[in-house]
């Protein structure tokens, strides 16, 4: 018996036994969970809770018609959204029956474990008997394809070894690692099992080499130290608060109303015994890494396989996936969600009621994650269906407006009646706020440096930065060149109706960041362009194609080998200038953690990436613990990272720390390590004034009698 046909048959042993493995695999976990066996409850429990309750909900859909790839991506979503709205019910019903904190440990455990087994007899029950699997449909993996493992492992490697001894080669080679291996996926041909799995361990390596590259969150400028703060105080109180305790300003109240940041990172910490800090930094890139896979299959339809990894790794290589992303927890649950109802509306495969299901739970995981994404996509959804309905009068197959309407109603009364409808009122009043910038229509410094840069408007810094952006500018080019060559119907490609729609509506969408005032600054433009390669990165390598046509006058070998080269010409570079690995490498200043950390300089590395340190996360739980910090704490940078991830100190209490401050008797200030290592003497005449009561040797705490 062959490799391929040994793993063809424990597919079905398992398939056959899936009650079976669902039962012992909860033996283990309680076991793990009453003998205190840690690892093996972290180890089991996480491939435990990422996959086998959305098996189940697969399973008891009778979900047939999906192949593996789908399978395993429709598991993840349905298992992320199932652990999000049971953890919700036990909370808002676990009063009912006694339970005082229910998203405790035991409490939680029960209810999740007992509803899994009852779907898995279920489906165990609704089960054809010895169902036969199609070979096409089936996930073969060859001796080959395990070599890929390799890259997410070098990544872990070096990122613990660039922390022990300040030495970024082991990174350095991954990148070079996951160039190659791109080349030559792009080179040769290979089966659409290959690119996807390619796929996901490029994500895993790029994900896991800035997560795992320190001890604590990393920031990024994002906004996961509030993230930290909102999941902690459920997780301390065992308990969601709908109405969110403290006085809040809007961005709090819209923190807490996300299921992903709240309930979701206290079910997986309290299941599996994990620090929350590890939560964030392993089990939420672990489901971000799906995302690019779930475009993979969503685009290969379209643009086939080898085109589909192409623009997948274009979406990888910017680098706001594996910097600010991992610093917006929030963002990274909602993208999956995202992708699989476009992948969801968008598939053939599923059956009509199969696919309302499905549809269902990833709108509430999407609702229940990120309030922007659930608003972007409900604009798509409308402004598509009134395209196909009333501009095309040709009705959508597949975008029925009684999904848009069931989205919308879900979406508008979570967001009123939870945190006070701050979500709600924030939409308002951003709405408000693009009205007033209007004025500034024709002035272009109102669109943001942001923008301003995106549009060449500003001075590049260096040599390398303006080949970085030269590269950068490349990709945006084949972009609009790709959708010209849609919309003059001279692309080679069939793209399906409603996907057009969406592409025209998200060609809309960036031509309103580049022209409506204000709207950059408060979208963010990084994190927005990001979101639009949803849709719009295939049309890069349409582009790429169309230029080698053109070049070679549509000769088919000759086209294939140009367009070969251009995608390595301009994307292998540009993922090693968004990697800052020519930065590295030429000795140039870069802005990456993991290859250039260790040698940074502090400003930068502490000052505006905000990487948090050991000292400043000890004097952060030493004021959580000692200090009344109430209206009487001032605080340097740390009162925006340490202090309300680790101190779960509120930052509404605190005051930002400058050299003009003046404490009032009974106040407290507290200096983290950039602060005292790298002031210049700026906070010299505050020590002058109070005595020190708390020191580590590079974090310090000061009380004014």
């Known amino acids: 018996m062959n490799f391929q046909a040994r793993l063809s048959f424990k597919d079905n042993v398992i398939s056959q036994n899936f009650l079976a493995i669902v039962v012992v695999l909860q033996v283990i976990m309680y076991l793990a969970l009453f003998i205190d066996l840690p690892l093996a409850r972290a180890a089991i429990g996480i491939g435990y809770l990422l996959f086998i309750p959305g098996l189940v909900l697969v399973r008891l859909l009778k979900l047939d018609s999906l192949g593996a790839v789908e399978s395993v991506l429709y598991a993840v979503g349905f298992s992320?959204?199932?652990?999000?709205?049971?953890?919700?019910?036990?909370?808002e019903f676990g009063g009912l029956v006694g339970i005082d904190f229910p998203l405790s440990t035991l409490p939680i455990s029960l209810v999740v474990n007992t509803a899994v087994l009852v779907g898995a007899a279920g489906a165990h029950l609704r089960r054809s008997p010895r169902r036969q699997f199609q070979q096409d449909k089936k996930f073969s993996v060859t001796p080959s394809m395990l070599l890929l493992a390799v890259i997410p492992a070098l990544s872990v490697i070096g990122a613990y070894y660039v922390n022990a001894a300040a030495n970024n080669t082991i990174l350095m080679l991954t990148i070079i690692a996951i160039a190659g291996l791109?080349?030559?996926?792009?080179?040769?041909?290979r089966s659409p099992q290959t690119y996807a799995f390619a796929t996901l361990m490029i994500a895993l390596a790029l994900l896991l080499h800035m997560s795992l590259v320190s001890n604590f969150i990393i920031p990024y400028g994002g906004d996961s130290p509030v993230e930290m703060f909102v999941f902690q105080n459920t997780q301390l109180d065992s308990r969601w608060n709908a109405t969110f305790t403290f006085l809040s300003d809007e961005a709090y109240g819209r923190y807490n109303a996300m299921l992903s940041i709240t309930v979701l990172p206290t079910v997986y910490s309290n299941m599996l015994g994990i620090d929350p800090t590890w939560v964030y930094k392993i089990i939420y890139p672990l489901i971000f890494?799906?995302?690019?896979?779930?475009?993979?299959?969503?685009?290969?339809?379209?643009?086939?396989?080898?085109?589909?990894?192409?623009?997948?790794?274009?979406?990888?290589?910017?680098?706001?996936?594996?910097?600010?992303?991992?610093a917006l927890n929030r963002q990274m649950i909602g993208e999956l969600f995202f992708v699989l109802l476009l992948l969801t509306l968008l598939n053939k495969n599923v059956k009509r009621e199969g696919k309302f299901v499905a549809f269902a739970v990833f709108s509430f995981g999407l609702i229940f994650s990120h309030y922007a994404l659930a608003e972007i996509f409900l604009f798509?959804?409308?402004?598509?269906?009134?395209?196909?309905?009333?501009?095309?009068?040709?009705?959508?197959?597949?975008?029925?407006?009684?999904?848009?309407?069931?989205?919308?109603?879900?979406?508008?009364?979570?967001?009123?009646?939870?945190?006070?409808?701050?979500?709600?009122?924030?939409?308002?009043?951003?709405?408000?706020?693009?009205?007033?910038?209007?004025?500034?229509?024709?002035?272009?410094?109102?669109?943001?440096?942001?923008?301003?840069t995106g549009l060449g408007l500003t001075e590049s810094p260096s040599l390398l930065n303006t080949i970085s952006r030269g590269f950068a500018y490349l990709t945006e080019i084949f972009i609009v060149l790709g959708v010209v060559a849609l919309f003059t119907k001279k692309s080679p490609f069939r793209f399906e109706r409603d996907y057009i729609v969406f592409s025209v509506l998200t060609v809309a969408l960036l031509i309103m960041l580049t022209l409506i005032p204000g709207l950059a600054n408060a979208l963010s433009m990084t994190r927005f362009y990001h979101i639009l390669l949803m849709i719009l990165a295939p049309f890069c390598v349409v582009g790429i194609w169309m230029v080698a046509g053109y070049l070679t006058k549509h000769?088919?070998?000759?086209?294939?080998?140009?367009?070969?080269?251009?995608?390595?010409?301009t994307l292998v570079p540009y993922f090693l200038f968004q990697t800052n690995f020519v930065y590295e490498a030429?000795?140039?200043?870069?802005?990456?953690?993991?290859?250039?950390?260790?040698?940074?300089?502090?400003?930068?590395?502490?000052?505006?990436?905000?990487?948090?340190d050991a000292w400043s996360v000890q004097g952060a739980e030493w004021i959580s613990k000692y200090v009344p910090y109430e209206y009487n704490l001032a605080a340097d940078n740390s009162l925006y990272t340490a202090l309300p991830a680790y101190g779960h100190v509120y930052r509404g209490y605190m005051r930002e720390l400058t050299n003009t401050t003046v404490l009032e008797s009974g106040n407290f200030a507290f200096l983290s390590y950039i602060s005292i290592n790298h002031s210049n003497g700026t906070f010299a005449p505050l020590i002058n004034q109070t005595s020190i009561v708390y020191s580590n040797g590079n974090s310090e705490v000061y009380f004014k009698p």
């Open 80 to 91: 992320v959204a199932f652990l999000m709205v049971t953890g919700l019910l036990v909370n």
């Open 182 to 189: 791109f080349a030559v996926g792009v080179l040769t041909n």
């Open 289 to 326: 890494a799906m995302v690019p896979l779930a475009l993979y299959w969503l685009w290969q339809p379209y643009i086939g396989k080898k085109f589909a990894f192409i623009a997948a790794f274009l979406f990888m290589a910017q680098s706001t996936f594996y910097t600010e992303m991992l």
């Open 380 to 452: 798509l959804a409308v402004a598509a269906w009134a395209t196909s309905a009333l501009y095309l009068r040709r009705p959508s197959f597949n975008l029925q407006l009684s999904l848009i309407i069931f989205f919308f109603v879900a979406m508008f009364v979570w967001y009123i009646y939870t945190s006070g409808a701050v979500v709600f009122q924030s939409f308002m009043s951003f709405t408000g706020y693009i009205s007033a910038q209007l004025g500034d229509f024709f002035n272009p410094a109102s669109r943001g440096a942001v923008v301003l």
């Open 555 to 569: 000769r088919n070998r000759m086209q294939q080998v140009v367009f070969a080269a251009i995608v390595i010409g």
């Open 586 to 612: 030429a000795g140039t200043p870069s802005w990456s953690i993991p290859l250039s950390g260790y040698h940074m300089d502090p400003i930068q590395l502490y000052g505006n990436l905000g990487l948090i």
